[in-house]
């Protein structure tokens, strides 16, 4: 029996680890299938804009994301196939180790079968038990021989039991092998559309550095329309925190932050709840892919130059709206000139900006709920992009609005 309870535990530990590695398994595979989901989506915006035979910094931007997101994609297979293989190798484990416990228990019933052959005779077994010196030791030798018994089919129950679990382990192997045949697959079809789409980027880089000082023009004002969206967001925070003080001076259960804002209790929540919703946060567009990054980062051509991004700019269809990410009140809307209007939401001691619109549908003070549409993306007339740029400020603090909104769409 220790060898069956020896079995039963085997197998309970390592499917307890295969389940863990089934998990983590599954979260690459829904990774996966974002990537995926994403890279054909950004597909379907170059294709939009085949008919534009002009290289543009924007179709540039796209094509880059595009390579970046078939990098993780590729390291997301390598990733799993790694999993499979951990899969496959505990299933070689728990597979040579029933095989062994197979050979054994067969071993110790041959031997049984061989000792009941040799001791069949009724005659012989009643006569042992007439023999004995008592009937305490005649209780003993008829308990003997039922417990012989009940043993000789609990081996035969534990040899059919564990060959029923080989079996089911030599198919998973089987089935484990295949999938690391597909992945590994799917891994140098991606490595091939990789190197495809870098060469691709090589010669757009090469014909746009022959407009480098036109694009050099276009960065400037690029700039400058965001050093006024910067100035706008500053007044604006200044503004909405003087407002704030001014309403603490009349109201003594205000709670000021670090940042300077001073928060009723509702508002003190609202600004919890926010917090608490990093990288949780719905895409402040339906559909999209993140072209330009927060911070500081070379240029896509003219490596020399810096871009400073205080956002990120989501690329996305002709015709979408901007939405909130989250409830809170218009603070703004503000038309800065060559950037259009941007809509600036409060959300406690936290602002979110989206810019690049062209048409409004809120107005200030107006009380907003999640994913409720805000406005019209400019779709470009010289490149037929249209592109939100979306910010995420905590009083006068920028913060990567990549880190707060969801990885999946």
């Given at each position: 029996m220790w060898l069956i309870r020896r079995n039963i535990l085997l197998i309970l530990l390592?499917?307890?680890?295969?389940?863990?590695?089934?998990?983590?398994?599954?979260?690459?595979?829904?990774?996966?299938?974002?990537?995926?989901?994403?890279?054909?989506?950004?597909?379907?915006?170059?294709?939009?804009?085949?008919?534009?035979?002009?290289?543009?910094?924007?179709?540039?931007?796209?094509?880059?994301?595009?390579?970046?997101?078939?990098?993780?994609?590729?390291n997301t297979i390598l990733r799993e196939v790694d999993f499979v293989q951990a899969q496959i190798d505990q299933t070689r484990g728990v597979v040579a180790s029933l095989e062994a416990d197979?050979?054994?228990?067969?071993?110790?019933?041959?031997?049984?079968?061989?000792?009941?052959?040799?001791?069949?005779?009724?005659?012989?077994?009643?006569?042992?038990?007439?023999?004995?010196?008592?009937?305490?030791?005649?209780?003993?030798?008829?308990?003997?021989?039922?417990?012989y018994a009940t043993h000789r089919q609990q081996q035969?129950?534990?040899?059919?039991?564990?060959?029923?679990?080989?079996?089911?382990?030599?198919?998973?192997?089987?089935?484990?092998?295949?999938?690391?045949?597909?992945?590994?697959?799917?891994?140098?079809k991606e490595k091939i559309q990789l190197s495809t789409e870098?060469?691709?980027?090589?010669?757009?880089?090469?014909?746009?550095?022959?407009?480098?000082?036109?694009?050099?023009?276009?960065?400037?004002?690029?700039?400058?329309?965001?050093?006024?969206?910067?100035?706008?967001?500053?007044?604006?925070?200044?503004?909405?925190?003087?407002k704030a003080k001014e309403k603490a001076t009349k109201d003594n259960t205000t709670t000021t932050t670090k940042s300077g804002f001073a928060l009723t209790p509702k508002e003190l929540a609202l600004s919890g709840q926010f917090a608490d919703n990093e990288g949780k946060l719905p895409w402040p567009s339906d559909r999209g892919v993140i072209t330009s990054y927060f911070g500081e980062h070379p240029h896509p051509t003219m490596?020399?130059?810096?871009?400073?991004?205080?956002?990120?700019?989501?690329?996305?269809?002709?015709?979408?709206?901007?939405?909130?990410?989250?409830?809170?009140?218009?603070?703004?809307?503000?038309?800065?000139?060559?950037?259009?209007?941007?809509?600036?939401?409060?959300?406690?001691?936290?602002?979110?900006?989206?810019?690049n619109l062209e048409e409004v549908t809120v107005k200030m003070g107006d009380k907003l709920t999640v994913k409720q549409e805000i406005g019209l993306v400019v779709t470009s007339r010289e490149d037929d992009r249209t592109v939100l740029h979306f910010e995420i400020w905590k009083g006068a603090t920028k913060l990567n609005p990549a880190k707060w909104i969801v990885s999946k769409k």
């Open positions: 390592v499917f307890g680890s295969l389940a863990a590695l089934g998990q983590v398994k599954s979260e690459l595979e829904s990774q996966k299938k974002q990537l995926q989901k994403d890279i054909e989506f950004t597909n379907k915006l170059l294709k939009e804009t085949a008919a534009n035979k002009k290289a543009s910094l924007s179709e540039l931007n796209l094509l880059s994301s595009k390579i970046n997101k078939r990098q993780q994609l590729i197979l050979k054994r228990l067969k071993d110790e019933y041959a031997k049984m079968l061989y000792y009941t052959y040799k001791n069949q005779s009724k005659y012989d077994r009643l006569m042992f038990i007439l023999s004995s010196e008592d009937f305490n030791q005649a209780y003993k030798r008829v308990k003997y021989f039922q417990q035969a129950k534990a040899i059919e039991e564990v060959k029923l679990a080989l079996e089911s382990r030599t198919d998973e192997l089987a089935q484990k092998k295949t999938k690391m045949a597909y992945l590994v697959e799917d891994k140098e870098k060469d691709e980027q090589d010669k757009m880089v090469a014909t746009l550095k022959k407009k480098e000082s036109q694009l050099k023009k276009d960065l400037e004002q690029k700039q400058r329309d965001a050093k006024k969206l910067e100035k706008a967001i500053a007044r604006i925070i200044e503004e909405e925190i003087r490596r020399s130059i810096m871009i400073d991004n205080n956002g990120i700019d989501i690329t996305t269809d002709k015709g979408t709206k901007a939405r909130a990410v989250y409830e809170g009140t218009v603070s703004a809307v503000v038309s800065i000139p060559g950037a259009h209007k941007a809509v600036i939401m409060r959300h406690g001691e936290f602002l979110s900006v989206y810019a």
